[in-house]
């Protein structure tokens, strides 16, 4: 009788998996590194062998060569057509050999529709089945694995299976296609060949950041007065502003600073208003990623590894969800128990209330609840990985918890013929407040008491010239959140998304500002191809997905309606092809010259500083635009990426450069070799202040 073999998604997860279902010893074989594990349960021999994520990729599968339009794809095993994918050769080699003798298939990969794509082509190609059974599960828990796999569906999750196939297919069609055109277009315009890229959510998303970039570049600022009173109230200060906030006009803010003139100033009413605050919503991927952005600066693609990673050691549920669901099946009690030792106080109170009642927000996802911890305790955890737990653990316990009390203070004060509003806010009672802990971060503002005809003591009323604000700029936490409310791109991929705009040069920095580049292919895209960026059109792919899932339309159907769609608008951007290569080459280059600015030269302050190469030595060096006028320069290292400081060096007012690569993390210098700030380097771990 053979075996049955159950294919887990990722390494980790199939030592949990056989650890889980194990009735005595597991035993673990392995070459090259690759583990699979034997056991027994009830008498069935049972092997647990991994993938290693998508161990298939798609490929062009005709000999045309490197063209477009191109919809002739298959699939392939992936170290045979991605660089980068030539570690799967050995994980699939040890599930070929984990295959063999085989009796029974079961898919344990992760139960979304990427470890539903997964499972399907490890079956159909490495184990040449056409069906197997599906675990579902969301904690890589004994108990939870042990009844997913008892309760194994028979047959695999189509629906997310057709899914899955759709949207690799889809991506692929319009990733492809356009990159290539994009590229193809500079080399036949111009001869110069240089990779670019976009695709279908790639393309929309560069749109909405230059959306806002263009609008924080055409802003105009407008200018204001705010009159900003301070007074002493039995020796406590207070600040205010005037009952009309902004002045438009300084004739009218200079009118009123002058009849405030006075001292003492009198209160004239004081409101106190209670409010409840809502219990926040357990963790689906998004909230969490914009919440460890807020409390870490966490990166929404580091948060998803660190979730990853979590989920893969037993303590949280499954990541990629877009549930704000906890359903009682999941055991609070059980969770909260195996939570006491780290959250004492907190979980004591919570088992001492009646009913465990979660707030739940509006938020489902069929496959799996919101995010929670497993009540499994943490043995061995990274500082950021420790941090994202209890930022997850806390906000478990938080959801059980009352709503807050919070009381607004509002103080009028009249001075002379003026009246100033004081403003203050305290929190009356934390109830959930205390679950959550160091996260709960509010704004305090506290107001000595005072009372109606009071008199306060004016130290001065200052009249303040300000402007308003251009819009901000995405976070890549807020991106992500811009990316699901339009409904583009996936929980699992939108933050990579982000990544992918900033590898393409596309954007830059922590607080995302699109650069040249960015602006000038989204301008040209616009003009000649502006459906490329079409956010309604990946927006109507998402709504196909979901109707693949529930079986109401097909693969064939989507993908011949979107195949089309992109024929379209690749015969549009062939008609304009020399035109868009003449403008890409043309930003590019602009780029390229912009990137050896270091900065402006401090010596003749007529010239910029550049990165210039030897044609003697071949080495680089820094050196002024205006020689020979100017014979400035500055030696450079000669290993690593080089970036110009927008700002001189504090210290000696010398450009400064951050370097990046050449084996060592990022840092910055000044480029002056007689700066004081060079001799403070090593005490600042290589970065110059």
Known sequence: MGHTLIIAEKPRAAARIAAALADGEVIKKGSKGVSSYSLTRKGQKIVVAAAVGHIYSLRQNDKKGWVYPVFDVDWAPAHEVRKDGAYTKKYLTALKAAAKGAERFVVACDFDIEGSVIGFNVLRFACKKKDGARMHFSTLTKHELEEAFEKANPSLDWGMVEAGLTRHVADWFFGINLSRALTLAIKNAVGMFKVMSTGRVQGPTLAILCERELEIKAFEPTPFWQLELHALVDGAEIVALHAADKFWKENEATTAHSRSQADPGIVQDVSRKKFEQAVPPPFDLTSLQSEAYKQFSFAPTRTQELAQTLYESGLISYPRTSSQKLPERIGFKEILKGLASLFPKEVELLLGMKKLVPKEGKKEDSAHPAIYPTGEKPKMLTDQERKLFDLIARRFLAVFGEPAVR????????????????????????????????????????????????????????????????????????????????????????ASTVDTLSSRGYVT??????????????????????????????????????????????????????????????????????KIGKELADAIRATNRAALVIGPCPVCGKGDVRIIRSKKSGKRFAGCSNYPECSNSYPLPQRGNIIGSKKPCPTCNHPRITVKGGGRRPWRMCLNMECPSRERKEENGGNNP
């Open 407 to 494: 009381e607004s203070l509002k103080v009028t004060i009249r001075v002379g013929e003026e009246d100033f509003i004081a403003e203050g806010k305290r929190t009356v009672e934390p109830n959930w407040h205390t679950l959550y802990g160091p996260f709960a971060k509010f704004e305090e503002v506290l107001l000595p008491n005072m009372d109606k005809g009071q008199e306060v003591s004016v130290q001065s009323i200052d009249l303040l010239s300000k402007e308003t604000q251009p819009p901000r700029r995405f976070s890549p936490a807020s991106l992500v959140k811009r990316m699901e409310k339009e409904n583009i791109g996936t929980k699992a991929t939108r």
């Open 509 to 578: 920095g922590d607080i995302i500002e699109v650069t040249e580049l960015g602006l000038q292919v989204y301008s040209i895209l616009t003009k000649y191809s502006p459906r490329i960026l079409d956010v309604e059109l990946t927006r109507q792919f998402e709504d196909d997905m979901i109707r693949i899932q529930e079986r109401k339309t097909d693969r064939k159907e989507v993908l011949e309606r979107l195949r089309s769609k992109l024929e379209d608008i690749l015969t549009e951007f062939k008609s304009n092809e020399d």
